[in-house]
């Protein structure tokens, strides 16, 4: 992890989980455990994500995302190895069957499904389970889930480049106010991250900076 903005990400990463877990003790909850990195994969924008899962650094998530690819089964048992090589988390977006098959820690959903949340939690008490969330409204609702995924707290681009970047601030207020862990996610890379600090999230999540920062040179 020679690259600088993979030790930025990985040192920002890491402290929001730490301030997080600290929040968790002292309201006397129990801390989810839960990756301080998350890397989303895309078929398009991360098209050997198992590359990329093998590189990250040990105890990070990956959440694979087919997004109906006919190589989904053979792509997501080789993000599976790749994870557990350093020992991380592999959810699976919003495909629980998918998620049995390859024997992933839980699954992801987009902000469309979040119903599903309770009734997936109910029949996998061992999943972990995180969700898309784009609103305060949404995020005020979000039972069921160990943690959500709120952004864009920066400009992104892939399917939140049409959404008004958040900003820190409005960020900090939403997290603050959420009935569970939020992770950070859209635009972030290492010219930002650090102004995530403090903010409330327990931890960073990525797309193509993630893929930049740690994936084959």
Request: with cysteine.
């Amino acid at each position: 992890m020679s690259r600088p903005d993979a030790e930025i990400l990985w040192e920002v990463a890491s402290v929001l989980a730490r301030d997080a877990a600290k929040v968790s003790r002292a309201a006397d909850r129990p801390a989810p455990n839960l990756p301080p990195l998350l890397f989303f994969t895309d078929p398009e924008r991360t098209p050997r994500p198992w590359e990329t899962a093998a590189r990250l650094p040990a105890g990070s998530g990956v959440v694979f995302r087919s997004f109906g690819a006919a190589d989904a089964l053979e792509t997501a048992r080789r993000v599976r190895d790749a994870t557990r090589s350093r020992d991380g988390l592999l959810l699976i977006g919003l495909d629980a069957e998918l998620a049995e098959q390859v024997e992933a820690d839980g699954v992801h959903l987009p902000e469309r499904a979040l119903d599903w949340a309770v009734a997936l939690a109910a029949a996998h008490p061992g999943w972990r389970i995180t969700g898309a969330v784009h609103s305060a409204d949404t995020l005020a609702r979000a039972e069921g889930l160990d943690a959500a995924v709120l952004s864009p707290v920066f400009p992104a681009g892939g399917a939140s480049a049409a959404r008004p970047a958040l900003g820190v601030g409005q960020f900090r207020g939403w997290a603050g106010a959420s009935p569970v862990p939020v992770y950070a996610l859209g635009g972030i890379d290492g010219s930002n991250a650090r102004e995530l600090i403090g903010s409330g999230a327990c931890g960073l999540a990525g797309v193509g900076a993630i893929q930049a920062a740690f994936g084959p040179a």
